[in-house]
């Protein structure tokens, strides 16, 4: 049975954390991020290898290799609390690189189900990232993190878009869909459209909590997501692009573990399309 230290610090002396069951050195730096529980064999399964290594509380975690890079992904569950608590304890056991693999609803027409979409940045409509930081603290993706996922995209041929996300931690009235007997408050009704027109690209319910806890902490961040919903259209498909985020999410682990080691061995920290050439020169 383990025991934990305390009330305020709820992990035994070998730093196994309370909620993902996991401690130092059980995952590499790289981790990928569903929601869905079921989703992580799903991703495990298109790695060199991969095995689940816990599964506590809806958290569940495999660890593998994806062209011979170590990488891990967890479940978070929905919604930006448990994602929150996922993202804490994965930082206590040495994990600093997160990128959202989820489904997300377009707010443009354009984007088509089964399209990716790469976030920028996101919206804050979530309760756990105020509790953290102002609301006027920006909910950004890292650069580097961005620009592998949009390499990874343009490698593998799928059809993406990038630009800002919104994140709510309610799928239906937060989202402008009515509520039990037609329930919707002023502020929620006709969201989708507002944020339309503000060029947001798509809703979901994560990354603005990934987002905000990753740079407060000087992690790093990204998301993918699968258009399975057009609020524009009103189509929905719950299966539609879910492959090609898994794909364009594994390949970006891969190419950022080589932009880190160049970056390593050049002794440059920062990212930059200089850095870039001047390596591959020597």
């Known amino acids: 049975m383990s025991v934990f230290k305390s009330a305020l610090t709820p992990e035994t002396a070998e730093g196994l954390q309370y909620h993902i069951h996991l401690k130092p050195g059980d995952v590499p730096r790289y981790v990928l991020l569903p929601g869905d529980p079921g989703r992580v064999p799903l991703i495990a399964s298109y790695w060199d290898e991969g095995r689940k290594i816990s599964e506590h509380r809806g958290y569940v975690c495999y660890v593998g290799k994806y062209r011979g890079v170590g990488l891990a992904a967890m479940s978070t569950g929905i919604g930006g609390p448990s994602t929150a608590i996922a993202v804490e304890e994965l930082l206590r056991v040495g994990a600093d690189t997160f990128i959202r693999v989820g489904t997300t609803g377009a707010l443009q027409e354009y984007v088509r189900l089964g ?28 650069y580097d993190v961005l620009l592998a996922l949009i390499e990874a995209a343009e490698i593998l041929g799928v059809r993406y878009h990038v630009g800002i996300t919104a994140s709510s931690d309610s799928f239906y009235v937060g989202q402008g869909r009515p509520g039990f007997k037609g329930y919707l408050p002023d502020r929620w009704r006709g969201i989708e459209v ?12 994560e990354a603005s909590t990934i987002f905000t806890l990753a740079n407060i902490y000087g992690a790093r961040a990204g998301a993918v997501c699968a258009a399975i919903a057009n ?12 492959t090609e985020a898994i794909k364009v999410a594994n390949e970006a682990v891969r190419i950022l573990y080589e932009w880190d080691e160049l970056l390593r061995s050049s002794g440059k920290r920062y990212l930059s399309f200089s850095v870039l050439r001047s390596v591959l020169r020597r």
């Open 194 to 205: 507002k944020l339309k027109e503000l060029n947001v690209l798509n809703f979901e319910m």
């Open 115 to 142: 399209d990716v979409v790469i976030s920028t940045a996101a919206v804050r409509f979530d309760g756990v990232s105020r509790i953290y930081v102002d609301p006027e603290y920006p909910a950004v993706a890292s």
């Open 231 to 242: 609020r524009v259209t009103n189509e929905f498909d719950p299966h539609a692009g879910i």
